[in-house]
């Protein structure tokens, strides 16, 4: 348990840092009607909300397992192995959860932000200063919304986490799937400990998100 | 003494804008139209939002866009004054930092001296959604000023205020424009708009500048100001007015 707790912890600090990063510049990407490859990057985002995540996990096993292509090619030449390792436990929460953190980001930039973009253009600003001054702090209550719902839905995957990390007892093991390995063996009592434990850090994120979002 | 020369082919789907049109003009100019003749897509061209196919748009003696020569400056390099239809303020600014977005550093003096005689100094540290609608249009006017621009252009700058307000807002955009004397170029579909604000008028049909002249010349062409839906009817069901369709027109 106290180290499911620390890797839930990692996972949550890892992906409050990738989140508002990467959510943000995937939606930037996506509003702009010029971008290249605009439909499939759109696609891809939104495949986690509509494919089993068991399945998603499998096809990356498939995929980033030392004994295929890109895994063997990972393996060989960089020394890393991503699967069954911490590295897949982040890429499973990363991938459940960036879909739920580009949604809002790019339904705020999308209903508005276009006017106040332009704005700032006529108004002088370039476009570094435009989106750091202008749409940023525009669209932070949606930034902070998505990156609260990413974190959550990370903290609480369950499917591709199995697939990616393995779940191995002490090495791989988040909360949810403590939770999951505690029902398997009929331990009730700890699964109840563990689901109250989760649910109240998530409430905690959720509580202090929201007041960030205020403030 | 302020020339604008423009002549543009702008489409947007199956929308297509032609305009030729050259105003050596201070003072506030009107563009008249109903809704979708492409009115706020002519002011958005020549602030730089909006790419034209062909044509060219000068501004005194400087370029802003040319299809032959591959010219097009970008909004920042126009120095444009754009007041948006719904104002388009920065709602995590106050109001202050609002006006203060664009003017040039140093310019507190100036920012000051506008927002008094915009009468907004009561609400400098307000975020734009604690101010009304009539206050917000004041502050997205100051806004448009304080960057000193070479041309201010209004996007419908009367459509989201009541009736009440607008006679009054209309005479303090008429006393603040004249007295800053930067020319202005107002789109509107509210003929007390141009009857109030105005110097010249530019009528438009859907895609096509149908009159242009001095604003009581215009009036006094038409006993009423009906007329002016006739005109544009009559552009749509190819009837009659079709003169001017390309013209260029010199006041």
């Known amino acids: 348990m106290p180290h499911a707790a620390w890797l839930s912890l990692e996972v949550a600090v890892v992906m409050a ?37 068991v399945a998603i996990g499998f096809f990356l096993l498939m995929l980033l397992g030392r004994g295929n292509v890109l895994g063997a090619a990972l393996y060989r030449h960089v020394g890393f192995e991503l699967v069954f390792s911490v590295w897949g436990v982040l890429l499973a929460a990363f991938i459940s959860g960036l879909p739920l953190v580009v949604k809002p980001i790019l339904s705020a930039i999308e209903s508005g932000s276009e006017e106040l ?3 700032s253009y006529t108004l002088g600003r370039g476009k570094w200063a435009t989106v750091f001054r202008v749409l940023i ?4 209550r949606s930034i902070i919304a998505g990156v609260t719902l990413g974190i959550g839905r990370s903290l609480g995957e369950v499917g591709i986490t199995l697939m990616l990390g393995g779940n191995i007892v002490g090495k791989t093991e988040t909360l949810s799937l403590a939770i999951y390995n505690s029902v398997l063996d009929g331990d009730f009592h700890r699964a109840a400990r563990i689901s109250f434990f989760l649910g109240g850090a998530s409430i905690a994120v959720f509580t202090v998100s929201r007041w960030m979002g205020e403030k | ?55 060219h748009i000068r501004m005194n003696d400087k370029v802003w866009f040319d299809s032959r020569c591959s010219v097009c400056l970008s909004p920042q390099q126009r120095r444009t004054g754009f007041m948006f239809q719904h104002y388009a303020l920065f709602p995590h600014m106050s109001v202050w930092d609002n006006i ?47 960057m000193a621009p070479d041309l201010l252009l209004l996007d419908e700058p009367f459509s989201s ?16 424009v004249s007295e800053t004397g930067i020319p202005a ?28 002249g001095a604003v009581d010349e215009i009036f006094a062409a038409s006993r009423d100001a009906g007329i002016w839906y006739p005109l544009w009817d009559a552009e749509n069901h190819g009837s009659i007015v079709k003169q001017r369709t390309r013209s260029r027109q010199l006041v």
């Not at chain 1, 702090?137 to 932070?140: A, E, L």
């Not at chain 2, 140093?106 to 009304?132: F, H, M, N, Y």
Request: aromatic content about 6%.
């Open chain 1, 17 to 53: 840092i990738l989140y508002p990063v990467v959510g943000f510049g995937v939606a930037y990407a996506l509003s702009r009607p010029g971008f290249p490859f605009r439909r499939l990057l759109e696609a891809i985002v939104t495949l986690p909300l509509v494919f089993p995540p």
């Open chain 1, 117 to 119: 973009i332009e704005a």
């Open chain 1, 137 to 140: 702090p525009s669209i932070r």
């Open chain 2, 1 to 55: 003494m302020t020339t604008l020369d423009i002549d543009i082919r702008l489409d947007r789907g199956s929308f297509s804008l032609q305009i030729g049109l050259c105003m050596e003009t201070p003072g506030i100019t009107a563009l008249l139209g109903p809704s979708g003749c492409g009115k706020s897509t002519l002011l958005r061209a020549i602030a730089g939002l909006e790419h034209p196919r062909q044509g």
């Open chain 2, 100 to 146: 203060c977005f664009g003017a040039p550093n140093g310019a507190v003096d100036q920012v000051l001296e506008l927002a008094e005689k915009l009468q907004i100094t009561d609400i400098l540290d307000c975020r734009p959604d604690r101010t009304s609608g009539g206050q917000r249009q004041r502050v997205a006017l100051a806004r448009a000023l304080a």
């Open chain 2, 161 to 176: 205020v009541d009736a009440l307000l607008r006679g009054k807002l209309r005479r303090l955009l008429r006393c603040t």
């Open chain 2, 185 to 212: 170029l107002i789109v509107t579909h509210d003929l007390d708009d141009v009857r109030e604000v105005a110097d010249w008028v530019g009528v438009m049909g859907t895609g096509c500048l149908l009159r242009f």
